[in-house]
């Protein structure tokens, strides 16, 4: 381990968990998983009268959001954030701590 990475230890989880959490959300997507997230009816979605792709839709978006902060903090060009305005600040750290929130919320359902 080298020092830097103690000393930006956000940067090292986050290029951990930015290529896993990508990948994941490719399988999930793909319908090419395990985990159905019937869980997600405490969210309020109707799981009764889903199908086992719309549930998976629901976790892929919820995983697309947990995914943000992680890429942000890596530099991942591809989220091209260019703050103008006060408001935009707001909303991309609104952003940033919701990804992180849900990220806490459901890690223990990160699994396959």
Known sequence: MENYQIWEIKNAVSELITPL?????????????????TWIEKEGFDVKNMSTVEMNKEWSNILKRMLYPFTYQIGDVSLSVNFHSTREIIQHNEKFNEGLRLFAKFFENLWD
């Not at 990508?22 to 997230?37: F, G």
């Open 21 to 37: 959490l990508k990948e994941y959300i490719t399988k999930v997507e793909e319908n090419n998983i395990m985990c159905i997230p």
